[in-house]
């Protein structure tokens, strides 16, 4: 029930295009998503979160989608970029503010 | 204003010696995570600590793992008697208060254990 299940495992995307992500959780007590961007050797970048009380958020190019009853939220990058390339992160937390992350998306654009 | 400062950031050890591992938090933040991601997979939480407690460390291994987060000075995690299965990448988070949720992650120590 702890689990957040990502998909998918690696994504290419031309340059301009919509990169899609999705993860979905089980446990209802989870109040916070989490997105990180990590390139390679370097820790995790927060990139946009949100709370389950919205079901959108934008941030530049980078819109959450929150479904509360599916349990499943979503990240996009609009006019994705080469500089995008990296491996994205969803987590969730509650109350025990531990971050569960899902397995990762390695993301690449092709110019 | 400095992030989260992580050292050494590489570390070689031979199994059965001990591995120390520092964090230090932004400045101001008072709560320290530790998450561990093996290669090819995602961060998996280790411990939560406060200024010289320990909220939560249901995710550390019972043996050989212990961390502490001193009143002055940086958060340790300490790995003894290191074994190959102990080789990942340790990423230490921070956040200001319990209450918040954001954490912001240091650039990590990668230990090999040979």
């Known amino acids: 029930q702890q689990q957040v299940k990502q998909s998918p495992q690696s994504l290419i995307v031309q340059k301009g295009g919509i990169s899609i992500i999705n993860c979905a959780y089980e446990n209802t007590a989870f109040d916070y998503f989490p997105w990180y961007q990590q390139f390679p050797g370097k820790g995790p970048a927060l990139l946009i979160a949100?709370?389950?009380?919205?079901s959108e958020k934008k941030e530049g190019r980078f819109t959450i989608s929150f479904n509360k009853s599916a349990k499943q939220f979503s990240l996009h990058i609009m006019d994705s970029q080469p500089g995008d390339s990296a491996t994205y992160f969803c987590?969730?937390?509650?109350?025990?503010?531990?971050?569960?992350f899902g397995t990762g998306t390695l993301l690449a654009v092709q110019p | 204003n400095a992030g989260v400062m992580q050292n050494p950031r590489h570390l070689v050890r031979r199994r059965g010696q001990e591995a120390r591992l520092r964090c230090s938090p932004m400045k101001g933040h008072s709560h320290v995570y530790w998450y561990r991601q093996l290669p090819e997979e995602g961060l998996k939480f280790m411990v939560y600590?406060?200024?010289?407690?320990?909220?939560?460390e249901s995710g550390m291994p019972k043996e050989r793992f212990s961390a502490e987060f001193p009143k002055e000075g940086p958060s340790i995690l300490r790995i003894q008697q290191v074994v190959r299965g102990d080789s990942a990448a340790y990423f230490c988070a921070s956040s200001p208060t319990q209450f918040t949720y954001e954490q912001y992650f240091g650039p990590g120590t990668r230990l090999t254990v040979t």
């Open positions: 600590l406060q200024k010289e407690n320990i909220i939560d």
């Open positions: 987590a969730a937390s509650d109350a025990t503010n531990k971050l569960i």
């Open positions: 949100i709370r389950p009380d919205v």
